[in-house]
């Protein structure tokens, strides 16, 4: 059973910037309403909802320099979380920036895959996407949009999944050039959810050791709707590995009604948090 509770710290949650729904400050404003202190706005590859919140006064929550980096490991598309760096940090800027342009050549070439498969209007649709940083979530609109598919699960089983016949791979960085920018620029690696990659134990262990191994100081042990066995079994990674606790929502679209800002199971105790890092 999931038991969530209301957490004041949240260190995973996306903008209109990438995936997500809502403009930077509304997002704020809404964990804040939540009872959420302490957060960290992470979009795909993209700083930009940071840039735009240094415009704004934030009362009464702290809001902390994030992003989440798609790379390569274990044959998989991996996530890292980098937390707590600096955002004017020329290596990091120049790693967002390709980062953002290959995503880009990536939809488009799904688009023209797409097309050829006789999905009329998906070309133009893409062109009309605003995101900073446009991923496989904004592909899957789309196409639920133009009436290609019923749901997000459908469109990844028939088009855009590893198996389905639309994919188009893409050559991400390596895990540890991720964790690297992020470390360069004065930050916190964190491994994203782990539990989400469809990986064996045997191949998820070796992905922690091979994370630890590149430098990566933090992993995820709590997230939204994280399973009991699983938390308990990556606690014991964290513990054999010397890696710091994080926990976030992975927030994304106030309709989703699986997410919600701060909510997710407790945090096990066991090992110490990465905010313990820098305080
Ligand atoms: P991208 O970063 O462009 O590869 O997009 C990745 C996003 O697509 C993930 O963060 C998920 O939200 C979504 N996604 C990837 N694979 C699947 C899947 N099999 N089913 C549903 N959503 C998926
Ligand atoms: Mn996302
Ligand atoms: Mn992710
Ligand atoms: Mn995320």
């Known amino acids: 059973m999931i038991i969530n509770i209301q957490h004041d710290i949240d260190l995973h949650a996306h903008t209109h910037l990438s995936d997500g729904k809502l403009p930077p400050v509304e997002l704020v404003g809404l964990f804040r309403e ?3 202190t302490t957060m960290a706005i992470t979009d795909h590859d993209s700083i930009g909802a940071h840039l735009e919140l240094s415009k704004h006064d934030l009362d009464g929550i702290e809001v902390i320099p994030g992003v989440e980096i798609s790379c390569s490991a274990a044959g998989r598309e991996i996530h890292v979380v980098g937390l707590d760096f600096d955002l004017n ?17 990536r939809i488009r070439l799904y688009g023209d895959k797409l097309e050829s498969l006789g999905l009329e ?8 996407v605003k995101a900073e940083s446009i991923t496989r979530t904004h592909l899957a609109e789309i196409l639920i949009q133009l009436g290609y598919a019923k749901n997000n699960q459908q469109v990844f089983k ?23 920018v992020i470390k360069a620029a004065g930050g916190t690696a964190v491994l994203a959810h782990p539990g ?14 091979q994370f630890k191994a ?5 992993i995820e042990l709590t997230y939204s709707n994280i399973d009991e066995k699983t938390a308990r079994w990556l606690l014991e990674r964290a513990e054999e590995h010397g890696l710091f606790a994080s926990q976030g929502s992975d927030f994304h679209d106030p309709a989703w009604p699986w997410v919600k800002p701060g909510r997710f199971p407790a945090l096990k105790s066991g090992v110490e948090p990465v905010w313990s890092l820098w305080q």
Do not use: C
């Not at 028939?158 to 390596?174: C, D, F, N, Q, T």
């Not at 989400?196 to 050791?209: A, T």
């Open 214 to 218: 590149a430098g990566g100081q933090g």
């Open 34 to 36: 939540a009872g959420v």
């Open 196 to 209: 989400r990659y469809q990986l064996s134990n045997r191949q998820l262990k070796e992905l922690i050791r």
């Open 89 to 105: 940090n020329a290596a990091m800027l120049a790693f967002l920036a390709e980062q953002q342009q290959r995503r880009r050549e």
């Open 158 to 180: 028939r088009y855009l999944g590893r198996k389905a016949r639309a994919y188009v791979k893409i050559e991400w960085p390596s895990l540890e050039q991720a964790v690297a």
């Open 121 to 128: 209007g998906v070309n133009q649709a893409i062109d009309a």
